[in-house]
């Protein structure tokens, strides 16, 4: 898929995502927002930028953790996405928090200006991720830190048929790279060809809980990587996506709703001093 309309894509389809991704993936994506956060050590006072910020749920976390006395500037390529995210900063009036529709993978940012470069779980679908990680080196200031975390292997994540779905009904595969950076040392390698110093990883195995099957296929299908494509089906091909969908996870059924596996990957690496 060409860079241009892979960019359309995610911003279209995260804009779709907006109203549902808290109530699917809040709880699920918590363990790896909690492994970005400790690799980052923020500290109080510092200046963070945060890209892909979705939401907001780590934009919280960060504005709390740097205080009024710091800075965060969070972007995203979805205005949906962006629009909730500043609606729970306002809210809980985190007021270190400024907002900005922005590319990860082109910052239109000056060199040298932030004390930690944080992404969660957003660098899967930048279409040149070696570039991104490079805009995130330059924007950080000497000894500051640059931390990502991705989804794992794909064979350790159970929802992973989702993408072979889709993509067996549309005619370019909607995110064709998503599992590359969560497999062996991709992104520890990403980091260190970018300059980064002491790059170090952690990788953790979690479970997905979905208390029911409706939940279970929002998740998957109401917004994100695959909205676009899905939103184009007649219904009739939307029911037999869910149903390809919903076999391929029966073998995490628990109950009324799926416990599915999950693995994520963070990594953080220094620019040099
Ligand atoms: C799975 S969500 C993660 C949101 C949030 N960081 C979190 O951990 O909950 C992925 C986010 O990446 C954003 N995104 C996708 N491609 C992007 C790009 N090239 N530049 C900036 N954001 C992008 C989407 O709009 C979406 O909000």
Redesign the pocket.
């Known amino acids: 898929m060409d860079s241009r309309l892979?960019?359309r894509v995610?911003?279209y389809?995260?804009?779709r995502?907006a109203s549902v991704?808290d109530r699917a993936?809040?709880d699920p994506?918590q363990p790896?927002?909690e492994l970005?956060l400790e690799a980052a050590e923020l500290q109080e006072g510092e200046r963070v930028l945060?890209?892909?910020?979705?939401?907001?749920?780590?934009?919280v976390d960060i504005a709390r953790a740097v205080g009024s006395s710091g800075e965060v500037l969070a972007?995203?390529?979805?205005d949906g996405?962006l629009e909730r995210a500043r609606t729970a900063t306002v809210e809980l009036e985190l007021d270190p928090v400024r907002f900005e529709r922005?590319?990860?993978?082109a910052l239109d940012l000056p060199d040298d200006t932030f004390d930690a470069a944080l992404?969660?779980?957003?660098l899967m679908?930048?279409?040149d991720f070696g570039a991104?990680i490079r805009e995130f080196a330059r924007v950080v200031r000497p000894g500051g830190r640059v931390a990502a975390?991705v989804w794992g292997e794909r064979r350790r994540c159970g929802w992973a048929d989702l993408f072979p779905i889709v993509d067996a009904r549309v005619k370019t595969e909607v995110c064709p790279l998503f599992f590359q950076l969560g497999t062996g040392d991709t992104l520890e390698a990403l980091m260190r060809e970018a300059g980064l110093q002491q790059v170090e990883s952690r990788r953790i195995r979690t479970t997905l809980d979905f208390p029911t099957e409706e939940r279970a296929l929002e998740a998957a299908f109401a917004g994100?990587p695959v909205a676009m494509a899905y939103g184009r089906f007649e219904p009739a091909v939307q029911t037999e996506v869910h149903q390809e969908y919903l076999a391929s996870i029966e073998a995490f059924r628990a109950g009324e709703g799926y416990r599915i596996p999950g693995e994520f990957v963070a990594v953080r690496g220094k620019v040099a001093a």
């Open positions: 892979q960019l995610q911003r389809g995260w804009d995502a991704y993936w809040a994506l790896a927002q970005l945060e890209t892909a910020c979705g939401s907001g749920l780590v934009t972007t995203d390529l979805s996405m922005m590319d990860a993978g992404c969660s779980l957003g679908y930048v279409p991104a975390v994100g």
